[in-house]
């Protein structure tokens, strides 16, 4: 049982892990730029006070000071009041580990931040963003957690697609606000969703584990 779990994780990040492997290649080379302008350019091209406002919002919720509390909060529930020990270790887990590796990855590869239209400042590098590596490992690991816990296919449709419109929306605020090429967002995804993948099968080879001890 635990080998099946480890096996099916460990087959999808290799697989995310290869995607990001490519992304980064590309961006290395600089074989993205013409889709990254495009793209910027589309998005901006709607530029509007009300949207500027929107953006603004998206990516303070997708901060590191957002994420941080509202970890904070879903940790001490699920001890609290659902005693999922475990499932607080793979959130706890997933959230700093994937702070650690946006950190090592930015400073491996070392891309600039665009300046072609940016609407605010934001220091270091680019690739890959933080914001969505973030929003996709804590969403992303909210969502796994939730889901085993809802036994509607409405409510699991429901949570998914809330995810995703979160994960998107913040990922959209940084190319929009200027600060990301849309590589470094698509980047950010791939990573993610790798070390997710793979920290989602230790915990169910755990899971496992401790239930058949």
């Avoid at 290395?28 to 495009?38: G, M, P, V």
């Avoid at 590596?133 to 804590?138: Q, R």
């Avoid at 969502?143 to 979160?166: E, N, Y």
């Avoid at 200027?178 to 989602?200: E, F, K, R």
Wanted: proline letters at 2%; glycine letters at 6%.
């Amino acid at each position: 049982m635990i080998s099946w779990h480890w096996s099916r994780g460990f087959k999808l990040f290799l697989l995310f892990a290869v995607i990001f492997g490519l992304i980064a290649v590309l961006v290395a080379y600089n074989y993205t730029a013409a889709f990254d302008e495009r793209i910027i350019h589309f998005v901006q091209s709607a530029e509007s006070p009300a949207l500027t406002s929107a953006a603004k919002t998206l990516s303070l919720v997708g901060s590191s000071k957002i994420v941080i509390g509202l970890s904070l909060v879903i940790m001490a529930a699920l001890f609290l009041f659902f005693k999922h020990r475990l499932e607080l270790l793979l959130f706890l887990w997933v959230g700093v580990t994937s702070n650690m590796l946006n950190t090592i990855l930015k400073d491996s590869i070392h891309r600039e931040r665009p300046n072609i239209h940016r609407i605010i400042e934001e220091p270091g590098f680019s690739f890959p963003s933080g914001h969505s590596m973030a929003a996709f490992s804590v969403y992303g690991a909210l969502t796994f957690l939730l889901w085993r816990h809802l036994h509607s296919s409405a409510a699991r449709v429901l949570l998914v697609a809330a995810c995703f419109l979160m994960t998107a929306a913040i990922g959209w605020s940084r190319i929009y606000l200027g600060v990301h090429y849309p590589s470094d967002v698509i980047g950010g995804y791939a990573a993610s969703c790798a070390w997710l993948m793979l920290s989602i099968a230790w915990f169910e080879a755990l899971r496992a584990s401790s239930l058949n001890g």
